[in-house]
């Protein structure tokens, strides 16, 4: 059995008139008759429903400035972690052994070293992730068949791994 919408509507409405006739305070007997009453009543509730709809109005209104403002700010940083994230599928960690040059002050630059690790593999550039460093000498030295001559043995330092885009 369906109950039209008109019928549920009428029903609500008689509901609500007799809990609010039960609930309110008694009022000093007026002239105004029982149409007029129940016309003022009606008039009250939609005003009192009305101002709750504005407020909630204004609880969603809020609600979603807030929401604007917190998304502003978190939009870089989710636009930064999204542009990573799309890079890693382009990046590898490549192990090698690529020697690094000496700078002015005599300390290894190794950022060209990560450079040429990375293009020799098709890679468009690279950066530095892990470092080696060793004494190098002739193999008779290494080998112990003869002694180093002074300034025959160097201290290398080479990239072992490079993170290449």
Do not use: Y
Not at 17 to 39: N, R, Y
Not at 96 to 114: L, R
């Amino acid at each position: 059995m369906r109950i039209s919408s008109d019928i549920v509507t009428a029903l609500a409405v008689a509901l609500l008139t007799t809990a609010a006739f039960a609930q309110s305070p008694a009022q000093p007997p007026q002239s105004d008759g029982p149409l007029e009453a129940v016309g003022r009543w009606f008039s009250d509730s939609f005003a009192s429903i009305g101002s709750h709809f504005r407020e909630a109005e204004q609880g969603v209104t809020k609600f979603g400035n807030e929401a604007g403002v917190a998304a502003k700010k978190t939009g870089t940083a989710v636009k930064d972690a999204a542009d990573a994230v799309t890079k890693l599928p382009t990046t590898r960690v490549l192990a090698g052994h690529q020697k690094c040059t000496v700078s002015a002050n005599g300390a290894p630059d190794c950022h060209d070293a990560a450079d040429r690790l990375c293009k020799r593999r098709g890679f468009a550039s690279g950066q530095t992730v892990d470092i080696t460093s060793a004494r190098e000498c002739p193999l008779q030295v290494t080998l112990g068949q003869r002694e180093a001559r002074l300034g025959e043995c160097k201290n290398v330092t080479f990239v072992s791994r490079a993170m290449c885009q």
